[in-house]
């Protein structure tokens, strides 16, 4: 195998970064290609934790480093304090690659997206303001900003008049805001186009090289493919394809290069923001889960929503992303509970269903069907072999597995890199 895709089977925050790390280490390269800096990756070494929000996780351990591709969307101001951070750490970045044709999350998106939210009131989505759905808005628009725009002082002069012209009428014409400044936008950018100068090439040319010599390349995505814009709980997703698919158009590849594509979950469910939740845990079990999972979001700090393994959800994730491998996060979290539940399908209507609905409305109307398995009470965060894992544990490992169709690959009891139990390796399959 020599492409491998890592994608969140559930609604994100399904720890992708620790797998991607935990993959990278055999990688020649980890790619990254949707997404902004709304997506949270915590990333534990030894003693020493990293929180990345835009930079690859793969900068850790990847041979020749990561790429940003051009379905990203980048803050420069984000993108360049976490290299610094990562230098002071003693991280080597010099192999990092950004992509000229990736595009530019500029200041007034960051606003339009408050400004956005703001104006729904009880209707927001619950973006993380960070302005990833404006900047996707101009994109579509034909009238965003690009990397390869920032290089060329008089092309990114046309550019940002007239789309500050657009912003500025919408900011004081419908949301009575105040007008942004040209000056105070213009000389900023066009400096961090210098200082990313450096880093920037055609990433598709340097992915599609590497495929072509079958160097291992790994790909890690965004978000979770429940968030995806076309196959998640809309309007409530994000603003990319974060399916597999999207990973193809996201670094300029052809789809059938990919090999494996290997859908993280947790031993149960969270998300963030607003939106349908059939298995969320409105309890004392919730609480419990979220306090002994430390479960806040990595961008944001909000408490994440938690319910039960929902493998309804799963098999939606597995359908549309071509999930071929599962990697099954934070097993570790039930030692000690007396029981678990997991999803085997829902009620709706009175009728028993086994697909996810697109309809909000059924979506809301939708009562988990439950089957329970008993819990363990050893800790097993020292675990290192399927074989010592408790019987119950694995009882519950296998019954996922089942329920999805997917053959689990790897099983986390902890979040360090080498809490990870490999009972498939990716690259062999």
């Known amino acids: 195998m020599t492409a491998i895709a890592v994608v969140g089977s559930q609604w994100g925050d399904e720890g992708k970064g620790k797998i991607t790390d935990f993959l990278s280490k055999d990688a020649a390269m980890a790619v990254r290609s949707n997404g902004g800096n709304n997506a949270g990756h915590t ?3 030894g003693d020493k934790t990293f929180k990345m929000r835009l930079i690859p996780s793969g900068i850790f351990a990847a041979k020749n480093g990561a790429v940003i591709g051009n379905g990203v969307v980048i803050n420069p101001e984000v993108m360049f304090g976490e290299l610094d951070n990562l230098e002071k750490e003693g991280i080597d970045i010099s192999g990092l690659k950004i992509s000229n044709r990736a595009h530019v999350i500029m200041p007034y998106h960051i606003l ?3 400004y956005q939210e703001e104006a729904k009131g009880d209707k927001k989505i619950g973006t993380t303001k960070n302005g990833i759905g404006p900047c996707y808005m101009d994109k579509a628009s034909r009238i965003g900003i690009r990397v390869c725009d920032l290089l060329e002082r008089d092309t990114f002069e046309e550019k940002l008049r007239t789309s500050l012209a657009e912003k500025n009428a919408l900011f004081t014409k419908v949301y009575g805001k ?3 400044k040209f000056e105070d936008i213009f000389e900023k950018y066009l400096e961090y186009g210098q200082k990313m100068k450096k880093y920037v090439t055609d990433t598709s040319v340097v992915v599609n090289n590497a495929l072509d010599n079958d160097e291992k390349v ?11 814009i076309d196959e998640g709980t ?3 997703v994000t603003s990319s394809n974060t399916i597999s698919g999207g990973i193809a158009s996201g670094i300029g590849m052809g789809a059938n290069r990919l090999d494996t594509v290997i ?3 947790k031993a149960y469910t969270t ?3 607003e939106g349908p939740f059939p298995t969320e845990l409105l309890d004392e079990v919730g609480d419990r889960i979220r306090e002994t999972a430390h479960e806040y979001g990595t961008v944001t700090g909000r408490p994440r929503r938690v319910g039960w393994f929902d493998s309804v959800a799963l098999r939606h994730a597995k359908r549309v992303a071509g999930i071929n491998a599962l990697s099954l996060n934070l097993l570790d979290v039930f030692s000690g509970f007396d029981k678990i539940k997991i999803c085997t399908a829902y009620e709706l209507d009175g009728e028993k269903i086994d697909y ?3 309809s909000l409305k059924e979506l809301y109307r939708c009562k988990p069907v439950y089957e329970e398995l008993p819990a363990w009470e050893e800790d097993i965060t020292n675990v290192k072999t399927w074989e010592d894992l408790p019987e119950n544990a694995k009882k519950f490992l296998n019954r996922v597995s089942e329920l999805v169709g997917v053959p689990l690959v790897t099983v986390s009891v902890g979040p360090d890199r080498e809490q990870t139990i490999v009972l498939k390796n990716p690259w062999e399959m």
């Open 263 to 265: 859908g993280v979950c």
């Open 43 to 45: 990333i534990e070494i």
């Open 178 to 180: 105040p007008e942004l």
């Open 234 to 236: 809309y309007p409530y």
């Open 356 to 358: 996810y609905p697109a």
């Open 218 to 228: 790994l790909f890690e995505g965004a978000q979770g493919v429940m968030l995806d």
């Open 112 to 114: 339009q997206d408050t």
């Open 271 to 273: 998300r963030v923001g």
